[in-house]
């Protein structure tokens, strides 16, 4: 009897004899299988590194704060703006980025920084005030040279960020603090330098915890949280893992190590800034401590460090106690591995975290603002050049007036809604602010919410625009100034305009209540709006609404007599795209957020340069500007002076649509054109009109920007002439109770009036188009049931 050796007999030797060609050609397809998708891994991992390894997103700046000696600033507000750039006061400011006051001023230190034109190096500044204006700005030193100009470094506002909103500062490996390499060794991966992408034991540790139902666990060197970050998902599988050591040796194989710990350090997830993520550790030494690495200490960097291991975790904003713990336990084996001594220890130990407070901003702060950024670059610019490329983009937001439209918006909005018993949160708005000269976009608000990227109510929101248009209707009536001025008389009797297809249209007054024959003017101030439609219809409704596209305004309104009076929708860009052509005497500027953009190496890529076309003539413009400062003045935005000194001489004009739906404010200082819209998502009446909503939030925010006086240029062909200010009547030119006026020349009265018979009430001799008036009474208007009957000022 023979016995076999194995206690099942022979059938591993029989199965093997049988089946030895299938199990061969088995083996050789999975040794095939596996050699295929480890070449695939290695073109993978080197198309990935030889390549551009990171898609950088394009930085967005706003405009860089210019100063001079004669500039308009205060001591406050320069100090806001250092710090809005991260600046911090010191007793001796001679690190980039530091300030101190002086008894009339600061002195500080500036940046390095590449602007279009070129670098600019850091420079030691004194600047002095004189109340609130610039009187000194010298170079701090031996010489103390004057300057005629600094331009401190523009703030970084935002950012058009690739997939999962990453964002990044890259750094090369010379640039990272040696003891950051330390403490990450140290507590990371203390065989990197030895090891072949992987920890043997590590990997054996980890399988055997897994799979004995412990936990599913990591056991990965810096190479292999390289390899799962660049790669691969969070997933946590056996594959996956498997395929993580695949690679992890690859990547050693064809890479040195100092390439792959740059790659770590740039790639390295660190903690999140609402939507924006921050990866790498050039990024995070300013998310965390506002400086760059190569300025952190000891403790900070250790900190840093310690938050890889779970950033959310150990975050220092939320969770300071378990962070402190974590950094103390890094410095602790920083002390093992004889990278720092036990009293650098000692020291680091004893020190606070020092991060910042901040508040979370996401990809911008101005999200409203970034969004017309974005759609400006769009139209230049591939979406995929714009999220990968590092272009540096210029911009033209100005963070003081930014912030005043802002809080203005906010702060009014609350203030409205507990005047008036209006649930909180009701009551929406939008802000648009540019300048006059320019066209430059200075602020934009899209909500009462400045920070929430939602709905961008500032360039998407589509509503009736009311008395904003009445405008239009008065600069044609003045660009024919033989049969219109200032002071022609216009019918605001009663109106029955009979249109085929449609119901008899009976606009009406705010006040009802028609007012017979009134000046030019008069009419416009106080918005009366049966005169001004009795006018747009003897001028031509169409023609008057075709020059809309004149003043930038694409698009087209229904051709009716209702739209002379806003009975039609646009946006607040785009009103305050109309009225920009006003307040530049008629030239069309338009409306920009973008001055240049720069590649991620400094080189100019394209300007935006200032595009100026004349669309209307300059003295029929003077006449309006004119007209809409007697709204201010004396008409339905006299409140106005509230707010904004009667000396600035604002031009502007309110706007309240149907059933006290929407509330509008459109108007222009000598340095700012500002639009003010308020209204409410669900389009139902606020009982808001112009001068009780938005132009109190006009009001508010110029009041703290400080506007220049509006005093526009004399156009050749405009002469002042004396005249009565009501009845337009020419006085002599001495005669104390008549006022300065304009004219076209050719179109002012002829016939002068002695000064003596005006200040006597009696009736004066002067042009017959403007002495014989008849100033009817007000007559009671019988109500009306129209559609539009409550489109008015």
């Excluded at 929101?461 to 219109?484: D, H, M, N, W």
Aim: glycine residues 8%.
């Amino acid at each position: 009897m023979k016995f076999s050796v194995f206690p099942w007999g022979r059938f591993p030797f029989d199965f093997l004899r049988s089946h030895g060609k299938a199990l061969r050609v088995t083996v050789l397809l999975l040794l095939l299988a596996l050699s295929g998708y480890i070449f695939y891994l290695d073109v993978v991992i080197r198309e990935a590194f030889e390549g551009r390894k990171f898609a950088l997103p394009a930085r967005v700046y706003g405009r860089a704060l210019e100063v001079y000696p004669g500039a308009k600033l205060t001591p406050v507000q320069l100090v806001e703006e250092l710090r809005n750039i991260g600046y911090h006061e010191h007793p001796v400011p001679d690190e980039a980025g530091t300030y101190k006051h002086t008894l009339n001023g600061l002195e500080f230190t500036t940046r390095e920084f590449v602007f279009g034109d070129g670098p600019q190096i850091s420079q030691h500044l004194r600047i002095e005030f004189t109340g609130d204006m610039v009187s000194l700005l010298q170079e701090r030193g031996s010489t103390a040279a004057d300057l005629p100009l600094v331009r401190i470094e523009p703030p970084l506002i935002g950012g058009i960020y690739p997939g999962h909103n990453e964002d990044r500062a890259l750094l090369r490996l010379d640039q990272v603090p040696k003891p950051l390499i330390d403490a990450l060794i140290s507590i990371e991966d203390r065989k990197f330098y030895t090891h072949w992408g992987i920890d043997p034991r590590g990997i054996a540790r980890a399988l055997y915890k897994t799979l004995t139902g412990q936990r599913i666990e990591g056991g990965s060197t810096i190479t292999q949280q390289l390899v799962k970050n660049f790669f691969l998902t969070s997933e946590r599988t056996l594959t996956r893992k498997g395929t993580e050591v695949l690679m992890a040796m690859l990547l050693e194989l064809h890479y040195s190590k100092d390439e792959i710990l740059e790659t770590y350090l740039n790639e390295i997830f660190l903690g999140q800034d609402a939507t924006r993520a921050i990866h790498g550790f050039g990024l995070a030494s300013h998310f965390y401590f506002d400086r760059p690495l190569d300025r952190l200490e000891l403790q900070e960097l250790a900190t840093l460090v310690g938050m890889v291991k779970g950033p959310a975790v150990y975050d220092p904003r939320k969770n300071p106690d378990f962070t402190l713990q974590r950094r103390n336990i890094v410095l602790q084996e920083m002390v093992k591995l004889e990278a720092i001594t036990q009293a650098q220890f000692v020291e680091a130990r004893q020190k606070p975290l020092g991060v910042i407070r901040r508040a979370p901003t996401g990809t911008s702060p101005y999200p409203a603002f970034l969004q017309f950024v974005h759609r400006q670059l769009q139209r230049d610019y591939r979406e995929e050049d714009l999220r990968s490329e590092g272009l540096r983009i210029f911009t033209t937001l100005d963070p003081h007036i930014q912030r005043q439209a802002e809080e203005a918006l906010k702060s009014r909005l609350a203030d409205i809604e507990r005047a008036r018993r209006i649930t909180s949160g009701t009551l929406e708005g939008a802000v648009v602010v540019s300048s006059t000269q320019t066209g430059e976009i200075q602020a934009l608000v899209g909500g009462r919410e400045a920070r929430f990227a939602g709905y961008n109510r500032a360039i998407d929101a589509q509503r009736p625009i009311g008395s904003l248009a009445k405008p239009i209707v008065y600069l044609t009536a003045l660009e024919e100034p033989g049969r219109y001025t200032l002071f022609t008389p216009l019918d605001d009797s009663a109106l029955v305009l009979r249109q085929a297809g449609t119901s008899d249209w009976k606009p009406q007054n705010y006040d009802h209540e028609f007012h017979g024959q009134v000046p030019l003017r008069t009419a416009l101030a106080n918005s009366y709006n049966v005169s001004t439609a009795r006018l747009g219809i003897e001028l031509g409704v169409e023609s008057i609404l075709d020059k809309l596209p004149l003043y930038g305004i694409e698009r087209q309104p229904p051709p009716f007599a209702s739209s002379l009076l806003g009975a039609f929708e646009l946006s607040p860009i785009e009103v305050a795209q109309l009225y920009q052509t006003f307040a530049d005497s008629g030239f069309r500027t338009p409306l920009r957020a973008i001055r240049e953009i720069l590649a991620a190496d400094g080189k100019p890529l394209q300007r935006y340069p200032l595009n100026v076309e004349p669309v209307a003539p300059a003295a029929p413009v003077y006449l309006l500007t004119t007209a809409l400062q007697g709204v201010v003045s004396e008409g339905t935005a006299k409140s106005l002076n509230n707010w904004v000194p009667a000396e600035v001489k604002v031009a502007g004009k309110t706007g309240t649509t149907d059933d006290l739906r929407d509330s509008w404010f459109a108007g222009y200082s000598g340095d700012h054109v500002a639009v003010v819209w308020v209204g409410r998502d669900d389009n139902k009446p606020t009982g808001l009109t112009g001068a009780s909503g938005a132009m109190t939030i006009w009001g508010e925010m110029m009041r703290n920007i400080r506007p220049e006086p509006l005093e526009p240029a004399l156009p050749e062909d405009i002469e002042l002439v004396n005249v009565d200010p009501v009845t337009g009547v020419r006085y002599i030119e001495d005669c104390a109770s008549g006022v300065q006026m304009p004219f076209i020349k050719g179109s002012a009265p002829t016939e002068v009036s002695g000064c003596a018979f005006a200040a006597a009430g009696e009736p004066a001799v002067g042009d017959a188009a403007a002495v014989n008036v008849e100033v009817k009474p007000a007559v009671k208007q019988e109500p009306q049931k129209s559609w539009l009957q409550r489109i008015f000022d």
